[in-house]
């Protein structure tokens, strides 16, 4: 199994990002991302779980009304469309795998990891 994240860069404040988290090996019944900055402790951004052909999105006040989750079931994607970005976004963002559960806010409920791509926004 394995999450492959990309999409991460350098915009400036108000700018915009899609970040895709690409999963092989197996399907997960929830995805999420989280995003750590130097010195902090990992965050939970937002998760997006299915139950049947509805898709439930959660999200971090923080991120609320700017940052969207999304899942393509067909390339076993999740996406993270993030807009109006802040440089207190600037961080590591992570997607992370969820093998039979309903997703979470708590990153050690997730059963596999990617690699991270890095997100810095310029003010």
């Known amino acids: 199994v394995q999450l492959q994240a990309s999409g991460g860069g350098l915009v400036q404040a108000g700018g915009s990002l899609r970040l895709s988290c690409a999963a092989s090996?197996?399907?997960?019944?929830?995805m999420g991302w989280f995003r750590q900055a130097p010195g902090k402790e990992r965050e939970y951004v937002a998760h997006i779980r299915e139950s049947g052909r509805i898709s439930y999105t959660y999200y971090a006040d923080s991120v609320k009304g700017r940052f969207t989750i999304s899942r393509d079931n067909a390339k076993n994607t999740v996406y993270l469309q993030m807009n109006s970005l802040k440089p207190e976004d600037t961080a590591v963002y992570l997607c992370?795998?969820?093998?039979?559960?309903?997703?979470?806010?708590?990153?050690?409920?997730?059963?596999?990891w990617g690699q991270g791509t890095q997100v810095t926004v310029s003010s």
């Open positions: 090996g197996r399907t997960f019944s929830a």
């Open positions: 992370a795998a969820d093998v039979g559960g309903w997703g979470t806010r708590d990153p050690s409920k997730y059963d596999y």
